[in-house]
């Protein structure tokens, strides 16, 4: 296992940097170059968190993994990188060849291997189950930007299928069931949905577990939405930006509120496409 962890962050250091290099040759494409920066520091984490799965496979017992990375393997995964350099730096790759590049090494045996040791560590210590969820979101972040483009590389709906690291939990509250319903059909790919019908049955539920999205109406009965931010976020500071709210009624209070608070709000009747966008916004925050 020392040799594996030895092995991936040679190519998350390797991969951080050449996304670095590439996104600094498309300043005339602000949005591609956004997603390369995000990629690339999310590599460099990724290099962080094998460093602390160094540390702890130290003081552990020797573990025997399945698998060893042969050379060629090794070679074999290197070259996409050393392609995406000599390729930017010569400019003799474009943008959607790149993107190919990019989400072919996503799909190599490089992610299934780290899928194997970060699982097999968030097993052993709770302290690799938060690197778990936010792998996760690095891979949706990637997805989530190639939907957008035009062009879609091939492979895209391969990445798509990666087996999930860590899976979200959403939290839904409104009063009215079919609403409540709804929302979990729409959201059924993002993650475990609960649902809750006023602040008073939400508040026991994120004692319980984490939400790394919670979408709530205002207008319900025992405790309303915005009770229930308050005491929320009073107890879990983290889930400050974690909130989407539903208000068939966006008052100059509540707008009030939600502009000091920086929330997001949608209006009801809400657009699918716009719910699904923002909840994907908020589930892709680390």
Do not use: C
Request: charged letters at 30%.
């Amino acid at each position: 296992m020392k040799e594996i962890i030895k092995w991936l962050r040679t190519v998350e250091h390797l991969a951080s940097e050449v996304y670095t290099l590439a996104a600094s040759f498309y300043d005339d494409d602000p949005k591609f170059k956004k997603f390369l920066e995000h990629t690339a520091e999310d590599e460099a984490w990724h290099y962080h968190v094998m460093g602390s799965a160094a540390e702890f496979i130290a003081s552990e017992p020797e573990i025997i993994p399945p698998i060893a990375v042969d050379g060629k393997t090794r070679d074999r995964i290197n070259s996409y990188f050393l392609d995406m350099k000599n390729g930017v730096e010569n400019k003799t790759i474009s943008k959607a060849e790149l993107i190919e590049k990019i989400v072919t090494a996503e799909l190599s045996e490089w992610n299934d291997i780290f899928i194997y040791v970060v699982n097999s560590l968030k097993e052993k210590s709770s302290e690799f189950k938060y690197p778990a969820a936010r792998i996760q979101a690095h891979i949706k972040e990637i997805v989530y930007y190639l939907e957008k483009i035009e062009n879609r590389p091939q492979a895209l709906e391969k990445i798509k299928q990666l087996p999930p690291l860590w899976i979200e939990n959403i939290l839904i509250v409104d009063d009215d069931p079919m609403i409540t319903d709804l929302i979990k059909a729409l959201l059924n790919r993002s993650g475990n949905i609960d649902l809750a019908h006023n602040g008073s049955e939400a508040l026991k539920l994120i004692e319980e577990k984490f939400y790394k999205l919670i979408i709530s109406d205002i207008d319900m009965p025992i405790m309303d939405g915005l009770a229930f931010y308050q005491e929320a976020v009073e107890q879990f500071p983290t889930l400050s930006n974690r909130f989407i709210f539903m208000t068939g009624d966006p008052s100059p209070e509540r707008e009030r509120f939600f502009k000091e608070n920086r929330l997001s709000y949608l209006a009801k009747p809400m657009d699918i496409q716009e719910l699904r966008d923002e909840s994907a916004r908020i589930l892709l925050l680390k």
